[in-house]
C-alpha cells in the first residue's frame, strides 16, 4: 500500500487518531541542524493552522499533502471522514476533486498533440459531429484551445449537466444552444461543459473512451492506484470520504447526497486522495516528468503554464491551470474545484519546486486559501504587502456628487402609483396568476410554468424545465408564511434565513408599490440616468433590515424599468399591459449570476381568481 510513497525516500511514519501522518525533511534524508529544525517548525505550524481554522469553519474533515524537491514532506488527515460512524481521514481518504479533473483533461488533450493526434487550434467538430453551436460566428471558428481555457465565449451552462437527466453527449448539445455572453476570446469565462467538450475531443482522437484514457494512460503511469472518475467505484472503496454541510446554529453536520457526474467527468468527476495527489503534484512539478519517465513533452506542458487569456490584473489562465501571478517574485500556478459536500485544490510554485494538493468535505471551503496562504509563508516566505491603488477615474470615485432631483421623492412615488394604476385598482386586486414561459438563454434550456401571488405577501413560481425536446426537471421558488427559498428536481431544498429571507419577503409585498413607507427606512434620488436611451431616475431603497435596493424609473411613464438585486444581478422590465386596470410587465429578463440570463415571458394573467384555486 506504501510502495510509492517508499520511492520518495519516507523516513518517519506515525499512526495517529486522525490516520497515518507522515514528515519528512525536504532532501527525503533524516538529518541533524538548524535546517531540519527549522523545517520540523514550520511544519508543525502549518499543522495547527490547518486544524484549527477546519474547527473554526465546522470542516468535518480534510487532507493534506504537500511535497518539496520531489519528496513528500507533510502528508496528513484531518476530522472526520464519515461523521456518523466517527471515522478518521487518512492519507488513502477518497475524496471528490471536482475541477481538479480539468488538469487532467489538459494533461490528456497536451498527450494526444505530442502523439499527432489532435492540434490545439483544430475545431472541436472535426472530431465530434453532433456539436452544433448556437452561434454561427463561435461555431466556424472555436478551437481545441479555447475549450482549455475558457474563452469560447460562452458563460457556465451548469443546469443542463446537474439535472442528472441528460447523458454526456446531449449535456454537450445543450451547451452548444446556449446564446454567448461574450465574443470568442473575448473574456474569461468559466465553462464545465467546454471542458467535457475537450475530453470527448481525446476521446474520439484516440479511439477509446474519455475515462479509459485518463485510467491507463494517466492514472496507471503515475500509479494513482486508488483515484478513479466513478461515484460507484468511489462507494466501492474501504476508505472513501461522505460531503458534509455545517449547520452553525445547530454545530451539526449534515450528509450531503455524492453526485453522479459521469454526464461531465472530463470537467470534474476525478476522485483521489492525498497519497494519489502527490503524484500529481511531482509530475507538475517535474514539468512532465516523474520518476525520470516523461508523460508530456515540455514544449507541451510548458504550453500548458502559457497565459491563454486574462483572468484579472496579474493573473491568467493557461491549459488545465491559472495563474494567481506572484509571490514573493515566484511562480505561482493552481486549480481548485468544488461540487456537492466536497472542495479541492491543487498549487504550485515551481520556482522553488513546491506545491500541494488539499481536499475538504465541506463545498467551496475556505480552507483552501488559508492553507496556501499559510504554506507558502512558512516554506517560503511571508507574502511582501501591496498597496490597492484606485483610479481617479474608477466607478469608485466617478459618481454623481451634489445631485440636486428635479423631483422629490413623494412625488416621484405618487406618480408612479398613479402609472401602476392608481391606488384604488391597485388595493382592489388581491392575488393574480400568470401563465408563464422561459428562457434560460444562457443554459440552452427553456421552460414554462406559473407566477402566483396572494395579498399580503405570498408568492411562488413553479417552472417545467425542458431540453432537446424533453423535461429534463422542475424548478420552485416561494415565499409563503415567514419561509421562503427554492428547490429544484436535481438540488436540495434551499431555505433561506437572514438577508436573504428579509429581501425576499419585501419582494413578495402584494402592494410593495403603495408600502414603500413601511418597507424601506429610507427612500433617496440618487442621479439621473440612462437605459436604452430613455431618461431614469436612480432609485436608492434602503430597508431597515435586509439589503438596499436599486431601482431605475422611466422618467417619462414612471413605470420601473429596471431594478439591481441583491444577489448581484439585475432585473429589466419591458412590454408593460393594462391587466384588470393594473400596468404589468409582460416580459422580465432577469440576470442572476452563475446562470446568466432568464428571459420571462407572460402568456396571459388574471387578477380576479384566487390563486390557489386557479386553473388553466
Not at 497 to 524: E, H, M, P
Request: charged share 20%; net charge positive.
Amino acid at each position: 500500500m506504501l510502495s510509492h510513497l517508499l520511492n520518495f525516500g519516507l523516513i518517519l511514519s506515525l499512526v495517529t487518531a486522525n490516520g497515518l501522518f507522515t514528515r519528512l525533511t525536504a532532501d527525503g534524508r533524516q538529518t541533524k541542524g538548524a535546517a531540519t529544525t527549522d523545517l520540523t517548525k514550520s511544519l508543525s505550524v502549518i499543522e495547527k493552522t490547518i486544524e484549527e481554522k477546519r474547527i473554526e469553519l465546522g470542516i468535518s474533515g480534510a487532507s493534506l499533502v504537500i511535497v518539496k524537491d520531489d519528496k513528500i514532506i507533510l502528508i496528513k488527515g484531518f476530522g472526520l471522514r464519515d461523521v456518523e460512524r466517527q471515522l478518521p481521514v487518512t492519507p488513502d481518504t477518497l475524496f471528490a476533486a471536482a475541477s481538479v479533473t480539468k488538469s487532467f483533461t489538459a494533461l490528456a488533450t497536451m498527450m494526444s498533440v505530442d502523439e499527432g493526434k489532435l492540434a490545439l487550434d483544430d475545431s472541436p467538430k472535426k472530431f465530434l459531429s453532433y456539436l452544433k453551436f448556437n452561434d454561427p460566428e463561435i461555431g466556424a471558428n472555436i478551437t481545441i484551445r479555447d475549450l482549455l481555457s475558457h474563452r469560447t465565449g460562452f458563460a457556465n451552462a451548469n443546469w443542463a449537466w446537474q439535472t442528472g437527466t441528460l447523458n454526456r453527449t446531449e449535456t454537450i448539445k445543450v451547451a452548444a444552444l446556449a446564446k454567448p455572453t461574450a465574443k470568442l476570446r473575448e473574456r474569461f469565462q468559466y465553462n464545465n461543459i467546454m471542458y467535457s467538450v475537450a475530453g470527448e475531443v481525446v476521446a474520439k482522437a484516440q479511439n477509446t473512451t474519455y475515462e479509459n484514457f485518463i485510467t491507463s494512460r494517466i492514472l496507471k503511469p503515475l500509479d494513482m492506484q486508488a483515484s478513479n472518475l466513478s461515484l460507484k467505484e468511489m462507494q466501492k472503496s474501504q476508505n472513501f470520504s461522505f460531503g458534509y454541510e455545517y449547520i452553525p446554529t445547530t454545530k451539526t453536520h449534515i450528509k450531503v447526497p455524492m453526485r453522479n457526474l459521469t454526464n461531465i467527468a472530463p470537467a470534474a468527476a476525478l476522485n483521489s486522495n492525498a497519497k494519489d495527489m502527490a503524484q500529481l503534484v511531482r509530475l507538475m512539478l517535474g514539468g512532465g516528468t516523474i520518476n525520470g519517465k516523461r508523460l508530456v513533452s515540455e514544449k507541451s506542458f510548458n504550453e500548458m503554464l502559457t497565459p491563454q487569456i486574462n483572468i484579472g490584473q496579474t493573473g491568467f489562465w493557461g491549459l488545465g491551470l491559472a495563474s494567481r501571478g506572484t509571490w514573493n517574485g515566484k511562480r505561482v500556478f493552481f486549480h481548485s474545484g468544488s461540487i456537492d459536500g466536497f472542495s479541492s485544490v491543487v498549487a504550485l510554485m515551481p520556482d522553488e519546486k513546491l506545491g500541494f494538493a488539499l481536499l475538504v468535505n465541506a463545498e467551496n471551503s475556505r480552507l483552501r486559501g488559508v492553507a496556501e496562504d499559510v504554506i507558502w509563508d512558512n516554506l517560503v516566505g511571508k507574502r511582501e504587502a501591496t498597496t490597492n491603488n484606485i483610479s481617479p477615474n474608477s466607478p469608485v470615485n466617478n459618481q454623481q456628487t451634489n445631485f440636486v432631483s428635479p423631483i422629490s421623492v413623494d412625488e416621484l412615488m405618487s406618480k408612479m402609483i398613479e402609472a401602476a394604476g392608481g391606488e384604488t385598482n391597485l388595493r382592489k386586486h388581491k392575488s393574480f396568476i400568470q401563465k408563464i414561459t422561459v428562457d434560460f438563454q444562457q443554459q440552452g434550456i427553456t421552460g414554462e410554468g406559473t407566477v402566483s401571488a396572494e395579498a399580503p405577501n405570498m408568492w411562488t413560481r413553479d417552472i417545467t424545465l425542458y431540453a432537446l425536446g424533453k423535461k429534463i426537471g422542475t424548478s420552485y421558488e416561494y415565499f409563503d408564511n415567514g419561509r421562503g427559498g427554492w428547490k429544484t428536481s436535481f438540488l436540495p431544498l434551499q431555505e433561506l434565513t437572514g438577508d436573504s429571507l428579509q429581501d425576499l419577503k419585501t419582494d413578495s409585498d402584494f402592494y410593495s408599490l403603495l408600502n414603500w413607507k413601511t418597507l424601506f427606512k429610507t427612500v433617496a434620488i440618487k442621479s439621473v440616468s440612462k437605459i436604452d436611451g430613455e431618461d431614469v431616475y436612480v432609485v436608492l431603497k434602503t430597508p431597515e433590515k435586509g439589503t438596499p435596493v436599486t431601482d431605475y424609473v422611466s422618467a417619462k411613464s414612471f413605470l420601473l424599468q429596471q431594478r439591481d438585486t441583491s444577489n448581484g444581478g439585475t432585473v429589466s422590465f419591458r412590454d408593460y399591459k393594462n391587466v384588470d386596470g393594473v400596468q404589468m410587465p409582460f416580459t422580465r429578463i432577469e440576470y442572476l449570476p452563475g446562470i446568466g440570463n432568464i428571459s420571462t415571458k407572460t402568456l396571459r394573467v388574471s387578477r380576479k381568481v384566487a390563486w390557489r384555486q386557479a386553473a388553466w
